[in-house]
Structure formats: structure tokens, C-alpha cells
């Protein structure tokens, strides 16, 4: 099963670089994942997974401790009565909607999030969305995206969620211009960017996801659209499709990135050069400050990224240019090249990169690296540890607040721990 | 449709899972999309396994669907073969899967593996984790155990050798599994007390055992079961195939230990075992500083057979009020009933947790007993809880050797259980001592964490939790239009009471005023309802 192939991609600006595309056994989360942290972002908003008991319990095993809190997303499980005819399966997910409505009554907007299980079974969910939505309108909102395993890694799951909310945004009138952040970013980071956004008097911004699911941002020809994380391909698409414009730049990981994802935002708004220069200063001090702390203990490390988030090659970047630590393979589930190219620009060429995952070859390849520190799933890390390989789980980077100037020193932090830990240890 | 926020237990390949990953030499090929992967975490971080678990995962997409998935499958298991190098292999097909309908087992046999590849029927709709695991160890043994079974009719041969030389001392220890709660040290402490006794232990599985380790389970004399939701299935096959006889005792707690000894003796014709010097459990429990557990009332939850057996400890060893019993192991459903009918209370035979939870609330127990799920349930509620049972988080795979069985399992068990009670004093004295400076009213219970709200009976949610209506049984008299209120003297009086059964006091008392027509609660109200409830 194991189909590798290196094809070149053509990067702007750049030589096109090959890439090693696999496919095998992926070690990654489904999209259904991204539910766990898009539900504390978008407070009135419940994510109802039609699913099998697997489907369950990988929620509850992804959202740990947060599952005994009263979560806002649970799972229709699928059973044997309702393989038996979809019209049944219909009626049934009526009958559970109904009495989640009635039992939340506090949700504003009703997602029904589809598994490997309702779509191998063609349950048409987005027909249900708008007969639910008939039904239960103007009170509750239903949607329908996919989080399955067959279509979707991981963050994936956020970009199909969004993109299932971009027709729903009202037509912003007339071409009035307004910035758009999208990715969902801790509140904390976009309490940051949108001070930094004021001073470079970059404005309106707004932010998809918002925290009300009444409040969706206007959108029209005049939005401009700056991606917050990398895996936002659909999500994009669906904007651009509304008319908006993406303005194009690397991610706001670590000083070297924030600063261009902001100045991308505020040389699009004609913030003068020197203008720039001056607001950023103070950021970019104590940014760069934050990260001479972890310097030493990175630089000249050799780092190898098992794909997970599609974070990886925006880490990369910057843990190569920033931290001077020594690429050795960056794999990715999936690489967008147009969303990428400012990241790729950056990325020195000593970089293998690989798109998709055959695990157990990868496996190989990173005990023939031998890096100094493997990112990887949880279910890699203990392994590879017992091997005597320092790993970073890289989990913890999607949940952590990590993009902005004043969490950069906390982001090198993340890789500098692993790597203190084992020179204290003695054992 | 099932609505369903947390489960107890998950689908059956996970306990195909928790089989492949307890054994040596085993490999299992998982037809499964992308994300199902989700399981391996469990082993490497609830348990901590130091190695990924032996399952391959065929990883098929959306695109692959069209067609080529029995011939990914085909290269999966091929690919596993030639890496792993395995002495068996299972395979089988996760809920997905099991709808785009490939037979795994059919498409593993056209390969001509050169060792045995057992397929697996788990129905994913139907049946759970521990469903899974039993039929999964049922179908190795039978695979790899069957062919050195004798003829019907006719005695194994090492069986009628034991016979002459007038001993049946060997036997197999079955049912400890990965992901099984304190399995690992349950194991240690009852192969050294059948050592002690003389029993020569011959095989342990499915934990640590290699599939040539499964084909010499009939060489046994007899068969120790100790997870009946696990071993129950292969043991009953033995049985018939080998004639080996199995033991029907699970030795959780003192008594169930004593009788699991002379099931043993009978079994292997050795004499009955003499009480073991580091058995501490039933002197603490005799000692006076214990008398204040009598009458303690005591709701039990978890898989059937630790629920069963913590019942009885806690009413026979610990003279606790069993007041609840129930289990979300529907296979052992007949047995959970006649075990609650015993206590004199009704089963409840539930895989739903808000059904736990209500059942809680209503019956206003001191202590719980339960899974991860009756911790938190028991957190919201301010009642003292410890766990007995699966699922459990990473805490509850400890370091310590920690069993639940034999002799060290009983000392276990007392601290275990005996400690939050202990908290729940502790707490009591502090809230008394609350007007003192240094204690404030804000103050949250140290056994609840640092984090948790005072505790108030139904007023204790996580401070994450979103503002949600809590099931109205557990907010008693938070009732809508609820016409009855608390004198400034009462609501004072009534902090007195330790807050662990501050609740089932404000109930009582609301009760009893809104009986009697009583519009204010006055100090009175509340010790008229002390001593009319105090029957």
C-alpha cells in the first residue's frame, strides 16, 4: 500500500522542490478532532456527531478531562435498528436533535457533524441540516459539515466546519473594506492582533470564527482575507468564491512571522513603511527577547515533523530561521501550495519535505535521521522516547496559544522542555 | 440513535485491540479509516506502553472507496507480515469497515500467510470493548488452542498423567488484558498465592502470552478466570475441550479471597491455605478507629464483576449501606441483579451516565463507588468517591504495585476506599472551625482540587462548564416555582451539617416542610425532620 513518489511543486519565486508524497497508514486524528477546541471558541454553538461508538470514544479519549464538564458536542451513535433503512436514520436523528434542543436550550447554532459511518451509509446530513433547520429556525441554526476520517486530518476539521458557515455570512453592502482573520486563535492572541491591527490602523477586523454564532462577519468584495493558521484550503475557497481576497502571507508563528502576517495586513491597508516599522518595534523586541532564552538549548538541534496539523511547515520555518535548529524531514497530511508558498519561500532547502504518511517507513526514516527531537502524535511520543528519541507531541500545539509576538518565547519553549528535561533527568 | 457525551465502554475492536496489544507475537490488521489510530494513544499514555501497539491500519479514504479497498487490505496485511514477522495475526474490520463489507478474514486467506490468521466478526453496532476482547481471546485460543484438544470423549493426556501421579496442580491464570484496570499487579499477587500454595502455574493470558503460549493451555490441570468479562468465553471452550475445570470466584476482598483459596484447594487437591500474615485489611477494619464506617452509605458502579465484589466487600468487610449497585455491563446483567437483590436494593443496569447520575442524586449516598465517570459525577454532587472499576484515566494505572485481588488487593482496597471518607471528616472539621480566620467560607474541599467550588450538593460543577441546566433530579430543591424557604437561622444551622450529607439533610427537610404545608423553614422545621427521619 505503500506509494511514495517525489514530484516537484513549483514554489513562486522559488525553484519547484520535491516532495515526498506517501501514502500507507497515517498515524493522524480524524477531523472530528477539531470539535474539542471549536467548541470553547464559539460559545453558543453544539457540534452533534453522527457517528458509530468509535466515533465517541475518540472524543472523549481527544477531549480528556473537558468530556465531564457538560462539552458542548456529544455523538449520535448509529446502531443496528438504523443500518436497517435511511429513512428510519432520518426520523431517529430528528428524535435526538429535538431532545438535545430541548435540553440545551441555550445553543444557537446546531452543527451535525458527519463520520465515516454516516457517509459510507450516504446519510444525507445537509438535507437533514435544512429540514432541522426549518424546524427549529429562528431559535436554532443547523449546519452540516464532514469531520470523517475519509475526508478530512485532524485540523481539517476546522476548515470544512468553517467553509460550512461561509454561506451563511451576510453580503457586506457595497465594497467597503474589512479585514477578515480567520483560523480560530485564543482570545488572548486576538485581543493582541487586533491592538496591533489599531495601531496600524488596519480596519474593521473581524474574526471567523466569532465567539457568538449570531454574530457572523459581513463579507463581500471588499474583504480582505488573512489566514490565522495554514489549514484553512476550503474555508478560503468558499471566502473567495463570496468575492473576498486573500492577502497573501506566512503565519504569525514566532517574531520573524508575526511580523509579516502584519505588515502583509497594514502594507494592503497603505500603512506607510516607516509606520510599520515603528509599531512593530516594541513586539518584536520583546518577542526576540523572549526567545534568546531558549536559544542555546536549540540551536544546532536536528528536528524531524511527523505530518499531524499542517502546522508543521510554519514551525519548521521558524524554528530554522529563529532558533537555528537543523531540519531534517517536515511532513504535512496535506500541503496547500498556494497557502504555503510565503512559508516555502522561507524554508531552507536542506528540508525534505512529505506530504501524507506511510507510518511505518517514516518510522524508519527518523531513526535513520536520528534528530535531536521528533514532533509527533501521542501515540508515537512514549514509543519513540522508550527508543531514547526526545519527542515533542504536537497536540499540544494546536490547543496552546502559540501565534503572536508575546507567545513566541512560550512556542520555542514548547521544544526547548522535552530536550531540558533529559539533561536533568538521571535516571 | 443513541445520544451520547461519554461512553463506558468503546467499539469492540478496541478490545480486540487491548488482546494483540497484552500479547507477544501477535499482529492485528485493522481495516480502518484514517483517524481510528485515535486508540493507539490509549495504550501509549493512559497505560503508558513503551511500545506502539501491534495493529496495522488500513488507512483507506474517501477515494479509495470506489473500489481497490480489498486489495489495500490485501497490502496491509502483506506489508504487516513481512515487518513484524508475527507467530499469528488477527484480522478484522473496525465499524467502517464492517458497512463497505470486504472480509477481512477471506482476503487475509487467498495471502497463504504461513501462520495461523484468525478473522474477526465484531459486530460494531451491536456489541462493546469488552464484548470484543472476550470474543477476540475466545477465537485465539480456539485457533490456536483447538488443535492439541483430544477427541471428544477422551481425557487429555497430561490430565490423566497429572491423575496418576494424584495431583492437578497446574494451572492457567486467564483474563488479564492491556487497558485492564490494575490487571498487571492483580496478576502478581495471585500467582504468588497460588504459588505459596503449590499450584504451578502454567500459562498467563492473554497478558504477556506468545499464540505458542495459547497452543499449550490444555498441558493445565484447571483454569484461574479472573475477569470473567474478559476470560469468560475461552474459559467455558477449555472446558469442554480439555475438561479443564475453572474457577467461578473473583478474589476481590477478604472473603471472595478465602473462597477463591479453597475453590483453588478443591481444584488442585492441595489443603486449604493458611491466613497470610501481611493480610492487614480485616484488623483496620476491626479497630475502633472504624467504627464511625458502620451504617456509611455506599453507591456502587463500574464493570459487573469489580461492582459485584465491591458491594460485597463494602457491606461484609467495611459494614457499609450498600444503597445503590449497578453496572453498564449489559452481558452480566442477570448476575448484577441477583448481586443488588442480595443488598436489597434494585440493579441498575445502565450505559448512560446521566442515568448513574440520577441515580446518585436520588439516593443520597456518603460514599461512591465507581469509574472515572462516578468520580466526576461524585466531584459535582461534593460526595467522597473512589475508583474500582474501568474506564479509568492515566492516575489509576499507578507506578505502585496497587492490585484489587488477593490478600495485598484487601489492603488496597481499605485505604482506597477509606481515604476519601477520611478527606470528607477532615473537611467536615475545618468548615466548623470556618469562622475562624484562618479559614474562609470559600475555601474548596482539598479532596476536590483546587479549582472545585465549595461544595454544595448540586451546585458543584466544574468551574469550564458552560452554564447548562443540570437533570432536575440533581438540583432537588432548585424546583422552578419551589415555594419553600430557608429561615436566615435554619440556612446557618443547616452549614453545620457535613457537607457531604448537608444534601440529603436540605432534602429531608424540604420534604418534610412541603408534607406539612410549611412555607419557612425555621430551626425548628429543621430538627423536626432530623427526628422524624432518624428511624
Partial sequence: MSVASAAPIAVA???????????????????????????????????????????????????????????????????????????????????????????????????????????????????????????????????????????????????????????????????????????????????????????????????????????????????????????????????????????????????????????????????????????????????????????????????????????????????????????????????????????????????????????????????DAQPDITVCGLGLANPLEAEGMATKWSIELVFTPIQGYDQAGDLAGLFARPLDRRARLEL | MQLAVWTYEGPPHVGAMRIATAMQGVHYVLHAPQGDTYADLLFTMIERRAARPPVTYTTFQARDLGGDTAELFKTAVRDAYDRYRPQAMLVGASCTAELIQDDPGGLAKTLGLPIPVVPLELPAYQRKENWGAAETFYQLVRALAGPHAPPPGEASSRRASGATRGAGRRCNILGPTALGFRHRDDVAEIRTLLQAMGCEVNVVAPLGATPADLARLGEADFNVVLYPEVAGQAAGWLKRSFGQPCTTTVPIGVGATRRFCAEVAALAGLPARAEDAALRMPWYSRSVDSTYLTGKRVFVFGDATHAIAAAQVAAKELAFEVVGLGSYSREFGREVRDAAKAHGVEALITDDYLDVEAAIAAAQPELVLGTQMERHIAKRLGIPCAVISAPVHVQDFPARHSPQMGVEGANVLFDTWVHPLMMGLEEHLLTMFRDDFEFHDGAAASHLGAKAAPAELGHGAAPAAPSVPAPAAVTPHAVAGDPIAWGTEAEQELKKIPFFVRGKARRNTERFAAERGIGVITLETLYDAKAHFAR
Avoid at chain 1, 433503512?85 to 445553543?107: F, K, Q
Avoid at chain 1, 475526508?151 to 455570512?169: H, I, K, W
Avoid at chain 1, 511580523?259 to 520583546?286: D, K, N, V, Y
Fill in chain 1, 13 to 367: 519565486g522559488c525553484a519547484p522542490r520535491p516532495v515526498l508524497r506517501e501514502r500507507g497508514q497515517h498515524e493522524v486524528f480524524c477531523g472530528l478532532t477539531g470539535i474539542v477546541w471549536l467548541h470553547r471558541k464559539i460559545q453558543d454553538a453544539f457540534f452533534l456527531v453522527v457517528g458509530s461508538r468509535t466515533c465517541a470514544h475518540l472524543l472523549q479519549s481527544a477531549a480528556g478531562v473537558m468530556i465531564f464538564a457538560e462539552p458542548r458536542f456529544a455523538t449520535a451513535i448509529i446502531d443496528e435498528r438504523d443500518l436497517a433503512g435511511l429513512a428510519d436514520c432520518n426520523d431517529e436523528l430528528d428524535r435526538v436533535v429535538a431532545r438535545l434542543v430541548e435540553r440545551r436550550p441555550d445553543i444557537r447554532l446546531l452543527f451535525l457533524v458527519g463520520s465515516c459511518p454516516s457517509e459510507v451509509i450516504k446519510l444525507d446530513l445537509s438535507r437533514a441540516a435544512q429540514r432541522l433547520s426549518r424546524r427549529f429556525m429562528p431559535k436554532v441554526r443547523v449546519l452540516s459539515y464532514s469531520g470523517s476520517g475519509i475526508e478530512t486530518t485532524f485540523t481539517q476539521g476546522e476548515d470544512a466546519c468553517l467553509a460550512s458557515l461561509v454561506p451563511e455570512m451576510p453580503a457586506e453592502p457595497g465594497t467597503a473594506r474589512s479585514l477578515l482573520v480567520v483560523g480560530a486563535l485564543a482570545e488572548v492572541v486576538e485581543d493582541q492582533m487586533l491592538r496591533h491591527f489599531a495601531a496600524l490602523g488596519v480596519g474593521p477586523v473581524r474574526f471567523l470564527p466569532g465567539r457568538r454564532a449570531a454574530e457572523l462577519p459581513p463579507i463581500g468584495p471588499g474583504t480582505r482575507v488573512l489566514l490565522a493558521q495554514p489549514f484553512l484550503g476550503d474555508t478560503l475557497r468558499a471566502l473567495e468564491s463570496r468575492g473576498a481576497t486573500r492577502i497573501p502571507a506566512p503565519f504569525p508563528l514566532g517574531v520573524e512571522g508575526t511580523s509579516a502576517w502584519l505588515r502583509a495586513a497594514a502594507e494592503a491597508w497603505g500603512c506607510p513603511s516607516a509606520r510599520i516599522a515603528e509599531s512593530l518595534a516594541a513586539g518584536e523586541a520583546r518577542g526576540r527577547a523572549a526567545l534568546a532564552r531558549h536559544r542555546d538549548s536549540l540551536a544546532g538541534k536536528r528536528i524531524f515533523f511527523f505530518p499531524d496539523s499542517q502546522l508543521e511547515i510554519p514551525l519548521a520555518r521558524f524554528l530554522s530561521r529563529e532558533m537555528a535548529m537543523e531540519l531534517t524531514e517536515v511532513g504535512t497530511p496535506y500541503l496547500h501550495r498556494d497557502i504555503m508558498a510565503e512559508e516555502l519561500a522561507l524554508l531552507p532547502d536542506s528540508a525534505r519535505l512529505s506530504e501524507g504518511q506511510d507510518v511505518d517507513r517514516q518510522l524508519d526514516r527518523c531513526r
